[in-house]
């Protein structure tokens, strides 16, 4: 297996007048040896999840027929990257794949929209072995196979604490925030009892959702656009209901609309996104890949390399986000161009001295 992985240390440059946040590249690994259905994961990368060191790489099925998507793991990213051998693959229809990744410790959560009901919509696994801890199919957690897996995230519980803490789901169709014991993947408020987190009116094509660690407030994607549903106990949101806020435009036909939350150091709280209303070809990654303050307002990104700004290749609109608060770091998956990004967020006294740094490009072959 071959990859090639470009190491890069990156420049930021401060302004303190200024309400940008630079995200300053520090790796590029090529995805490309890993997006098949025969040994990898898919036929392109849909999913991430990241832990300031390695990462999980999971994967769509548009190769036309029924194919296998799965999970692997990117080792060392940052150093001396290495893949390593793939999990928890299913059988996918064409145009469908793994939604989602969320990874707390050595737990790692897997949500998968098949196009129907399935026990596979919500899986949880070790993530240095690989190996299957429950299923929602399981009979002890429910046997609830009537459900899609459109976006999984470990639930810190109101305030970050209380009784809702688990590996929390959206499904199209369905208006609550689901919520499994992270030990059993048993439903902690029943398979029909979690929080209701409609928008008003009605609208339940869900793709993603994330939450602030702090107060357990829970953001979403609804049909491209961002939701935002704040907490108010274990198992309540205030309202009952989700507003939408960013004012990005409502695609009902469109997938892969994800989120991640930052709670970073020197940024603040900030929602990544990607807005995509169409599928097609050529959109800029800067102009797709937005972030927002938790209440809507719009904030500008600066993409850094060597302290120039640095665009990644066009693509079709479809990211996913994994932030690691404890290395203030952002992974970005990239569908079109089967490629893995990693972000550093400088400290504003830090980012000028990025500028001298070097690039050095390791080749590994496996």
């Given at each position: 297996?071959?990859?090639?992985?470009?190491?890069?240390?990156?420049?930021?440059?401060?302004?303190?007048?200024?309400?940008?946040?630079?995200?300053?590249?520090?790796?590029?690994?090529?995805?490309?040896?890993?997006?098949?259905?025969?040994?990898?994961?898919?036929?392109?990368?849909?999913?991430?999840?990241?832990?300031?060191t390695d990462a999980w790489v999971?994967?769509?099925?548009?190769?036309?027929?029924?194919?296998?998507?799965?999970?692997?793991?990117?080792?060392?990213?940052?150093?001396?990257?290495?893949?390593?051998?793939?999990?928890?693959?299913?059988?996918?229809?064409?145009?469908?794949?793994?939604?989602?990744?969320?990874?707390?410790?050595?737990?790692?959560?897997?949500?998968?929209?098949?196009?129907?009901?399935?026990?596979?919509?919500?899986?949880?696994?070790?993530?240095?072995?690989?190996?299957?801890?429950?299923?929602?199919?399981?009979?002890?957690?429910?046997?609830?196979?009537?459900?899609?897996?459109?976006g999984v995230a470990f639930d810190?519980?109101?305030?970050?604490?209380?009784?809702?803490?688990?590996?929390?789901?959206?499904?199209?169709?369905?208006?609550?925030?689901?919520?499994?014991?992270?030990?059993?993947?048993?439903?902690?408020?029943?398979?029909?009892?979690?929080?209701?987190?409609?928008?008003?009116?009605?609208?339940?094509?869900?793709?993603?959702?994330?939450?602030?660690?702090?107060?357990?407030?829970?953001?979403?994607?609804?049909?491209?656009?961002?939701?935002?549903?704040?907490?108010?106990?274990?198992?309540?949101?205030?309202?009952?209901?989700?507003?939408?806020?960013?004012?990005?435009?409502?695609?009902?036909?469109?997938?892969?609309?994800?989120?991640?939350?930052?709670?970073?150091?020197?940024?603040?709280?900030?929602?990544?996104?990607?807005?995509?209303?169409?599928?097609?070809?050529?959109?800029?990654?800067?102009?797709?890949?937005?972030?927002?303050?938790?209440?809507?307002?719009?904030?500008?990104?600066?993409?850094?390399?060597?302290?120039?700004?640095?665009?990644?290749?066009?693509?079709?609109?479809?990211?996913?986000?994994?932030?690691?608060?404890?290395?203030?770091?952002?992974?970005?998956?990239?569908?079109?161009?089967?490629?893995?990004?990693?972000?550093?967020?400088?400290?504003?006294?830090?980012?000028?001295?990025?500028?001298?740094?070097?690039?050095?490009?390791?080749?590994?072959?496996?």
């Amino acid at each position: 297996m071959n990859s090639t992985v470009a190491i890069l240390a990156v420049a930021g440059i401060a302004g303190a007048a200024s309400a940008q946040v630079q995200l300053d590249l520090r790796a590029v690994v090529d995805l490309s040896s890993i997006s098949n259905v025969n040994t990898g994961i898919g036929t392109n990368p849909s999913a991430v999840a990241w832990n300031g060191t390695d990462a999980w790489v999971a994967g769509y099925n548009s190769s036309g027929a029924t194919n296998s998507t799965a999970v692997v793991r990117v080792s060392n990213v940052l150093s001396a990257p290495a893949f390593g051998a793939r999990f928890g693959a299913f059988a996918t229809t064409n145009n469908r794949g793994i939604t989602s990744l969320a990874i707390q410790g050595d737990r790692l959560a897997v949500g998968l929209d098949n196009g129907a009901g399935s026990g596979d919509s919500v899986r949880q696994f070790s993530a240095s072995a690989g190996t299957l801890n429950w299923r929602i199919g399981d009979p002890a957690a429910g046997n609830d196979s009537t459900r899609r897996g459109n976006g999984v995230a470990f639930d810190p519980g109101f305030n970050g604490g209380g009784t809702n803490q688990g590996v929390a789901y959206l499904s199209i169709g369905g208006g609550r925030r689901h919520l499994l014991n992270t030990t059993t993947g048993q439903y902690i408020n029943g398979q029909n009892a979690g929080a209701i987190i409609n928008f008003a009116p009605t609208a339940t094509t869900w793709r993603d959702l994330a939450f602030d660690p702090a107060t357990g407030d829970l953001y979403t994607r609804e049909a491209n656009r961002i939701g935002r549903a704040v907490r108010s106990g274990d198992n309540a949101f205030t309202g009952s209901a989700s507003t939408a806020i960013g004012g990005l435009t409502a695609v009902t036909t469109v997938d892969s609309q994800n989120i991640a939350f930052v709670n970073s150091s020197t940024a603040g709280n900030l929602l990544i996104v990607n807005d995509r209303t169409v599928v097609n070809p050529g959109q800029a990654f800067g102009t797709v890949v937005r972030a927002f303050t938790t209440t809507g307002t719009s904030v500008p990104l600066q993409f850094l390399l060597n302290g120039s700004a640095w665009s990644a290749p066009t693509g079709n609109g479809a990211y996913d986000f994994s932030y690691d608060a404890a290395t203030n770091s952002l992974a970005v998956v990239d569908f079109a161009n089967r490629n893995l990004y990693v972000f550093q967020i400088p400290t504003p006294g830090a980012a000028a001295l990025l500028g001298l740094g070097s690039l050095a490009a390791f080749r590994r072959r496996r």
